[in-house]
């Protein structure tokens, strides 16, 4: 079992569309979580990071956690085409970040 | 403000040829990660420094990899001799305490033929 799991992809929406991306994790014991983004050909920038059980909103980012079920999400609304990129899922394991192998998201026109 | 900065952006060697990485963390941050990103096995960790001191380098796949931190606004990854299974894309990343944010640099496509 991978420590960190999400679905390759590709997710694709409609543009205005909720665009919702998964991941759960092995250890029980994880703190932290983290969402990047990653475009084609560039480095991962960070969206969104997340601590505690519940939502956590930033503009048309929303991060839930759900530390009992082992999983976090990510929805982002109002997808846009711009929004089309690799997103990546990490949990913190003592000082390391473990990242998941991404979730491809498509937003058509 | 400055992000993390990372040269060459692109390397391309011969095999058996030595790679020198480099990387200018965030000014402030006291923490640096280096990582590598290919198709198969997505983003991995090599090592990384605490206040300049390596803390954990179970990542680095051989002795052929070193790094070094000599200090704080500087880290060089170094592959010698350099393999064709060594193409990927290595990134730098740094962060305010091991246990902050991690901001990523532009990263170095390396290529060995």
């Known amino acids: 079992q991978k420590e960190v799991e999400q679905n390759s992809g590709p997710l694709s929406v409609p543009e205005g569309a909720i665009a919702s991306l998964n991941c759960t994790y092995s250890?029980?014991?994880?703190?932290?979580f983290f969402w990047y983004r990653q475009y084609s050909g560039k480095s991962p920038e960070l969206i969104m990071s997340?601590?505690?059980?519940g939502d956590k909103e930033d503009g048309r980012f929303t991060a839930q956690l759900n530390k009992a079920s082992q999983y976090v999400s990510l929805l982002i609304r109002d997808s846009q085409p711009s929004d089309s990129a690799t997103y990546l899922c990490a949990v913190r394991k003592t000082d390391k970040l473990i990242f998941g192998t991404g979730t491809r998201l498509q937003v058509f026109p | 403000d400055a992000g993390v900065i990372q040269s060459p952006r692109h390397e391309v060697t011969e095999m058996g040829q030595e790679v020198t990485l480099r990387c200018k963390p965030i000014s402030g941050h006291n923490s640096l990660f280096w990582y590598r990103q290919t198709m198969m096995r997505g983003l991995e960790l090599l090592i990384y420094?605490?206040?300049?001191?390596?803390?954990?380098d179970s990542g680095m796949p051989e002795d052929r990899f070193s790094a070094k931190m000599p200090n704080a606004s500087f880290s060089t990854l170094k592959i010698q001799p350099s393999e064709p299974r060594d193409s990927a894309v290595y990134f730098c990343a740094s962060s305010l305490g091991a246990r902050g944010e991690q901001y990523f640099g532009p990263g170095t496509r390396l290529t060995v033929t």
């Open positions: 997340i601590y505690s059980n």
């Open positions: 420094f605490n206040n300049n001191v390596p803390i954990d």
């Open positions: 250890d029980r014991g994880s703190q932290s």
